[in-house]
Nanobody, 116 residues
Framework: QVQLVESQGGLVQAGGSLRLSCAAS????????MGWYRQAPGKQRDLVAT???????NYADSVKGRFTISRDNARNTVYLQMNDVKAEDTAVYYC??????????WGTGTLVTVSS
């Protein structure tokens, strides 16, 4: 199985930038797609972005042009570069990993708070 640990969340000013990290351990060679999801207060958990092992990406419409997902396979780490953050980006951000022969894995989340 895969274990995921998110880091680098925190407080950021509206219009500013933040980069989240997620380090994977365990059955790392079984990981295919990784992604970031978020859950704002009173809302369900929604997709932010995903990235395949080969680097193909997709994004929620709400973050296109502002956020960039990337991964360093050698370091078993996925990143979310958040630029021009907005108040509506405030949420707990969760790292996700899935692949063949492993159960879908989730981190415990890192809080991002955007202040204005």
């Amino acid at each position: 199985q895969v274990q995921l640990v998110e880091s680098q969340g925190g407080l950021v000013q509206a219009g500013g930038s933040l980069r989240l990290s997620c380090a994977a351990s365990g059955s790392i060679f079984s990981i295919g797609t990784m992604g970031w999801y978020r859950q704002a207060p009173g809302k369900q958990r929604d997709l932010v972005a995903t990235i395949t092992r080969s680097g193909l990406t997709n994004y929620a419409d709400s973050v296109k042009g502002r956020f960039t997902i990337s991964r360093d396979n050698a370091r078993n780490t996925v990143y979310l570069q958040m630029n021009d953050v907005k108040a509506e980006d405030t949420a707990v951000y969760y790292c996700n990993a899935r692949g063949i022969n492993i159960r879908e894995s989730w981190g415990t989340g890192t809080l991002v708070t955007v202040s204005s």
